[in-house]
């Protein structure tokens, strides 16, 4: 009888080593694991900022469709555009703006990102202000991406 009890101590103790080892790995390896952000939830907030404000609905509203992005006018808007989400995104996120008529695609443009994976695109189209004579609504897209780590 001395010997089981013996034998019976030595085996408790090692399913407390076990079970104190499994504890510990999954401890450690829920710390390994990467948060991911949403950025998709980031986007309309900035959206609606541009929507409410005067001034940006403006710039939006005077954008000339029918001119190239790299008109000076039309790269003078998205430049303060630009600057605006600048603020409002965190470090570490790519962004880009495009601004089209509301029949038309946004596409991404030259700075495509190299990751193909967790681009986020939200759009939303600002129409016209009171003071306007005519009704000439424009698409604001917002594209966000994380930067590659090299």
């Known amino acids: 009888m001395v010997n089981r009890k013996g034998f019976i101590k030595i085996v408790e103790a090692s399913i407390a080593i076990l079970v104190i080892f499994a504890v510990i790995i999954i401890l450690v390896s829920r710390d390994n694991i990467k948060k991911t952000e949403d950025l998709s939830k980031t986007i309309p907030p900035i959206l609606e900022e541009i929507a409410v404000s005067n001034n ?4 939006v509203l005077n954008y000339d469709v029918s ?8 790269s003078a808007i998205i430049t303060r555009l ?10 570490g996120i790519n962004y880009d703006i495009k601004i089209c008529k509301t029949d038309e695609l946004c ?7 190299l990751n193909k994976d967790g681009i986020y ?3 939303r189209i600002i129409s016209s202000d009171l003071d306007r004579d005519e009704f000439s609504p424009r ?4 594209f966000l991406w994380k930067s590659l780590k090299l």
Request: charged share 40%.
């Open 56 to 59: 940006l609905r403006s710039e």
């Open 67 to 74: 001119k190239n992005e790299n008109d000076p006018v039309n």
């Open 82 to 91: 630009k600057d605006f989400v600048g603020k409002r995104v965190r470090a």
């Open 107 to 113: 596409p991404i443009g030259e700075n495509y990102p």
């Open 121 to 123: 695109a939200v759009e």
């Open 139 to 142: 698409k604001v897209k917002i």
